[in-house]
T-cell receptor, first 117, second 115 residues
Framework: AQKITQTQPGMFVQEKEAVTLDCTYD???????LFWYKQPSSGEMIFLIY??????QNATEGRYSLNFQKARKSANLVISASQLGDSAMYFC??????????????FGTGTQLKVEL | DGGITQSPKYLFRKEGQNVTLSCEQN?????MYWYRQDPGQGLRLIYY???????QKGDIAEGYSVSREKKESFPLTVTSAQKNPTAFYLC??????????????FGSGTRLTVV
């Protein structure tokens, strides 16, 4: 079963508008972490924002905020005031326990965002 | 500046050849990871290492091998046993194998193509 689901393969948004990228997750671990990364066409992965399962408030980092709804198991990324440079692939990821100890990140399939003039 | 360097950026492999992808970090991170990225499938974990001289298989280790002889280096060999090696390969590291709020630092990737 998919642990991280991103249902929007592609999204368009007009410059200066806000956009929400969806992410749902599935885990039985009460302690988990959720991450969002941005991947421009050059390929590098850029960390955007983190939300811990015990955090009371939604995480924010500049124009990025995470709409964390624990009961619904969703962790949507909100980008405010979109810019042309926001055009990229966005990945949601969840921290998962490795059987031998330590953790790994499990990624969703990504959402390709295109910002238009 | 500290970071992760992956080389080469582009790599072409003939059928039946082994190739090695380089990953070097100067962040003093203990944990290192290799992921494979295919269109529409996100990133999948190949191998990981939480300490020097130790590494473990990830979700799709078949046809790959790694070594971790130095803290800074975690090379990935794509062997001839890997039936579909064409993909984008990303190396990552973390100061903490428990992956707190900082997650991974990634390299810029190697695009491997079989010709």
């Amino acid at each position: 079963a998919q642990k991280i689901t991103q249902t929007q393969p592609g999204m368009f948004v007009q410059e200066k508008e806000a956009v929400t990228l969806d992410c749902t997750y599935d885990t039985s671990d009460p302690s988990y972490g959720l991450f969002w990364y941005k991947q421009p066409s050059s390929g590098e992965m850029i960390f955007l924002i983190y939300q811990g399962s015990y955090d009371q408030q939604n995480a924010t980092e500049g124009r990025y905020s995470l709409n964390f709804q624990k009961a619904r198991k969703s962790a949507n990324l909100v980008i405010s005031a979109s810019q042309l440079g926001d055009s990229a692939m966005y990945f949601c990821a969840m921290r998962e326990r490795l059987t031998g100890g330590g953790n790994k990140l499990t990624f969703g399939t990504g959402t390709q965002l295109k910002v238009e003039l | 500046d500290g970071g992760i360097t992956q080389s080469p950026k582009y790599l072409f492999r003939k059928e039946g050849q082994n190739v090695t992808l380089s990953c070097e970090q100067n962040l003093n991170h203990d944990a290192m990871y290799w992921y494979r990225q295919d269109p529409g499938q996100g990133l999948r974990l190949i191998y990981y290492s939480q300490i020097v001289n130790d590494f473990q298989k990830g979700d799709i280790a078949e046809g790959y091998s790694v070594s971790r002889e130095k803290k800074e280096s975690f090379p990935l060999t794509v062997t001839s046993a890997q039936k579909n090696p064409t993909a984008f390969y990303l190396c990552a590291s973390s100061i903490d194998p428990e992956l707190g709020e900082y997650g991974y630092t990634f390299g810029s990737g190697t695009r491997l193509t079989v010709v």
